[in-house]
């Protein structure tokens, strides 16, 4: 029995100098991907979504087609895919309205300025974008709670996201650096909203919800009104009695009032 016994010592032994097989670590989860537009794009108003508002009435084929052939005519087809400028707003559900409408053709020129500006100085600065609300009808715009007199109802605005990474401080600072410098020809409109949703128009050039933290990062607008009263002549000092009559300055222009404060969309 000792013989016997000696060998199954020598196994355990053997066995328990074995290390103990260690797991592979397990790999951190995956970061989501970068999606801006998914607070706002709900299922209805994504790319699917298109395919079925596109189908379930064969007259659209007709009225996206015009569109796009106008857009392609104006030079600015492309700059975002058509399909997103037919996306009305983020509430379209709650309010009973479709998530797609091609904004009635009298309204297309507006859209062609903003779309040249998004072209020229917005995808440049920031990369690609995506628009998350163009279109409004004038019921689907009270409703989601537009100003009565939103560009969004004239086929002008445009609310976007940027699809390349970038910190809402980044973004604010670089499109009011160049909407300082470019936005006055185009009559460009800038506003901010949480996180990374941003809105251009070509109504007007004005930004808004410039909060105090939004306002430290963009240089101030300077209008024609406010350039004509650099460099005006000082007024003239009293001539002494008796002299002759010098020539009258111009009268300084006042500053136009900023309205970069609480103007609507």
Same mark, same amino acid.
């Given at each position: ?20 097989? &260690? ?24 790319? !699917?979504?298109?395919?079925? #508002? ?28 058509? #399909? ?14 479709? $998530?797609?409408?091609?904004? $009635?053709?009298?309204? #297309? ?18 990369? !690609? ?8 009808? !004038? ?68 930004? #808004? ?12 607008? &300077? ?24 020539? &009258? ?17």
């Amino acid at each position: 029995m000792k013989i016997l016994a000696l060998p199954l010592l020598l196994a355990g032994s053997l066995a328990a100098a074995q290390p103990t097989p &260690v797991s592979p670590p397990t790999p951190p989860p995956a970061a989501a991907p970068w999606n801006p537009a998914a607070p706002y794009i709900t299922a209805g108003q994504d790319e !699917p979504g298109y395919r079925s #508002w596109y189908m379930a009435a064969p007259w659209r084929a007709a009225q996206v087609k015009a569109f796009n052939d106008y857009l392609a005519g104006a030079q600015v087809a492309g700059v975002l895919p058509t #399909w997103e400028l037919l996306r009305t707003a983020s509430a379209w559900q709650e309010c009973g309205q479709q $998530p797609f409408e091609v904004p $009635p053709s009298e309204e #297309w020129p507006h859209i062609v300025q903003t779309l040249r500006y998004v072209r020229d100085y917005v995808v440049p600065v920031i990369g !690609p974008v995506e628009a998350v609300s163009v279109y409004r009808n !004038p019921v689907l715009n009270k409703c989601a709670g537009g100003a009565p007199e939103s560009a969004h109802k004239l086929d002008s605005a445009i609310d976007m996201v940027p699809l390349k990474p970038i910190t809402r401080e980044a973004l604010i600072k670089t499109l009011c650096d160049e909407h300082t410098k470019y936005g006055g020809p185009y009559g460009a409109g800038l506003g901010f909203y949480a996180y990374l949703r941003f809105h251009v128009d070509s109504m007007k050039f004005r930004r #808004w919800n410039m909060d105090p933290e939004v306002l430290a990062l963009c240089p101030p607008i &300077v209008h024609p009104s406010d350039i004509a009263s650099v460099g005006q002549p000082l007024p003239p000092t009293p001539a002494p009695a008796g002299a002759a009559p010098g020539p &009258v300055a111009a009268p300084a222009i006042a500053p136009a009032p900023s309205p970069e404060r609480g103007q609507p969309h």
